[in-house]
């Protein structure tokens, strides 16, 4: 094969692979209903526990003389279904806009990190699997299990402003 056929055939394949999704791409998709416009959400989803339970269900009753006694006894049969017995639940948590979410900011997110004993892989100012990670051990104890950054934590963390009432 020909060197040019082979840049022919390499080089959109290799355009495709360094095109990867935007870090955050699903973040401010989906708001709460009357969420301030120009903040950004995502969500953490728990899905519905659902169980099996099987039940002794009586078909018929005993069949039983006059004085009492019993003739036939009950029949029964297994039942099997199943139940929710704890619904989907969904709940909504605020985040720094993808514009905020530049190769600085995540260079100091991943300091930040580090500082705090979360994160132990190099400054890169890129969101790999690493930081993702630290970023869910980080906000685990504050009750989001995500490794999505939320606004909560960058704030924590002292990378997003917090807007004081006036």
Do not use: N
Request: glycine residues 8%.
């Amino acid at each position: 094969m020909s060197l040019a056929r082979l840049l022919v055939i390499a080089l959109p394949l290799l355009t495709l692979a360094c095109t990867g999704q935007p870090p955050f791409e699903r973040v401010g998709r989906a708001a709460p209903p009357g969420a301030p416009p120009g903040t950004c959400w995502d969500t953490i989803i728990i899905p519905a526990r659902v169980e099996t339970v099987t039940e002794q269900v009586m078909i018929a009753p005993p069949v039983k003389s006059t004085d009492g006694q019993v003739l036939e006894p009950a029949v029964f049969a297994s039942e099997t279904r199943q139940q929710i017995t704890r619904p989907r639940e969904e709940s909504y948590f605020e985040t720094p806009c993808p514009e905020a979410m530049t190769a600085e900011y995540i260079a100091s997110l991943q300091r930040a990190l580090a500082a705090r004993g979360a994160y132990g892989g190099a400054i890169t100012g890129l969101l790999g699997a690493d930081t993702r990670a630290a970023i869910r051990a980080y906000q685990l104890p504050l009750g989001i299990d995500s490794t999505t950054l939320s606004l909560r934590a960058a704030r924590d963390l002292g990378l997003s402003a917090v807007h004081l009432p006036t």
